[in-house]
């Protein structure tokens, strides 16, 4: 399959190296305005360089697209390869609110493409593991997920001239961009734990969320660098969300599931509590395996300091459904409902009350 890159930022450089550990693939253009910052990523990497998305999409006509641009620019760059019948897979999150991630989802559809989401923690084998229990079923009823990010920017990251830190192309700040990966996880889990929830329903009910600026130019600054968040879950299960860019200098991500019959705790890559009611033979084997898993910085203080093999599960899942001819299962109505918390987290922070997360997914038939 021959692949193309819209948008050369830093984290396109991560979609070229994972979609070169790929069997089949090949990446053969990336776009961006800038004439130096393109012609160097296509000598790195062994591609062409394109100033413009539609001369690339039309001249390339590559089998599928990601997308690496800045957030609030996903909308544009998967209209584009929607109108040319090119399938597209988009970087997390999907857009940044919910009337632009239906437009996305609208398109592809009429287009007869598939659009895929990009969240790489469904992907890690840890994160695999906590939700394979949630689904046997062994942790009982849902008492807690929380998800702590607590995570340091320096004024740099926000400074003149970048998007992040602003409503327009960030559309928010600690939660929106960095924190989103565990916002998603907890749902995924969740999700494996709520009987009876239709295909796409939000296993989240309601939110209570706070938001601030504590670490930054409150006058630079126009999206939150701390929020803090309360989740109630369909199934009764409650949760937590910490999300931070303000805390020097930055620890790795936690994510805490339990209940009645067993707790289970992640540090980044790495199992740090496996323990359940009744064991199971392969207790000591997850133990061992993820256990002594090596947990990099994941992030905490660089945006850049992990490495691309869940974003390679990700893309290896994503092109295996195209051959398959059918919908990967991170399609785009599954990379919306990390999108609708978060938007509902912004609400109840605006208005100082709870916000349910109830607006419907668009229908797959509409």
């Not at 840890?126 to 920017?153: E, I």
């Not at 084997?285 to 992990?306: V, W």
Request: net charge neutral.
């Amino acid at each position: 399959m021959r692949a193309a890159i819209i948008g050369i930022g830093a984290i396109a450089r991560m979609h070229a190296r994972a979609l070169a550990e790929l069997d089949g693939v090949e990446l053969v253009a990336a776009t961006c305005r800038t004439e130096e910052k393109g012609q160097a990523f296509a000598r790195d990497h062994g591609c062409r360089w394109y100033a413009d998305t539609g001369t690339m999409l039309r001249r390339e006509k590559p089998d599928f697209v990601t997308v690496a641009t800045p957030s609030g620019a996903h909308l544009e760059a998967v209209l584009a390869a929607a109108r040319r019948g090119i399938h597209v897979i988009c970087e997390k999150p999907l857009e940044i609110t919910l009337p632009r991630v239906d437009r996305m989802i609208a398109a592809a559809r009429r287009g007869g493409v598939v659009l895929g989401a990009i969240f790489p923690q469904r992907f890690n084998p840890v994160v695999q593991a906590v939700h394979a229990a949630a689904a046997a079923g062994r942790f009982g009823d849902l008492a807690v997920a929380s998800c702590h990010v607590p995570w340091w920017r320096d004024d740099a990251y926000y400074g003149p001239g970048r998007w992040q830190g602003t409503k327009r192309l960030d559309g928010g700040g600690a939660l929106m961009n960095q924190s989103i990966h565990g916002v998603d996880a907890l749902q995924w889990i969740a999700g494996a734990m709520t009987p009876g929830l239709a295909p796409h329903e939000n296993p989240v009910e309601s939110v209570v969320a706070l938001s601030a600026v504590r670490s930054h130019d409150r006058e630079r600054l126009e999206v939150e660098d701390t929020c803090v968040a309360i989740l109630r879950f369909r199934n009764g299960g409650l949760g937590q969300i910490l999300a931070a860019t303000s805390l020097y200098p930055g620890q790795l991500r936690r994510i805490l599931v339990g209940g009645r019959d067993g707790t289970a705790e992640i540090l980044e890559e790495q199992l740090v509590d496996w323990r359940f009611r009744t064991a199971a033979a392969d207790d000591d084997a997850t133990r061992n395996r993820l256990g002594s898993a090596s947990s990099t910085s994941g992030g905490a203080a660089d945006p850049m300091a992990i490495n691309e093999a869940c974003h390679t599960r990700n893309f290896a899942a994503f092109v295996a459904a195209l051959h398959a001819g059918r919908a990967p299962e991170l399609d785009g109505l599954e990379g919306r409902k990390a999108v609708a918390i978060v938007a509902a987290c912004y609400r109840s922070a605006r208005t100082g009350r709870a916000a349910r997360v109830d607006d419907p997914p668009p229908s797959s038939e509409a």
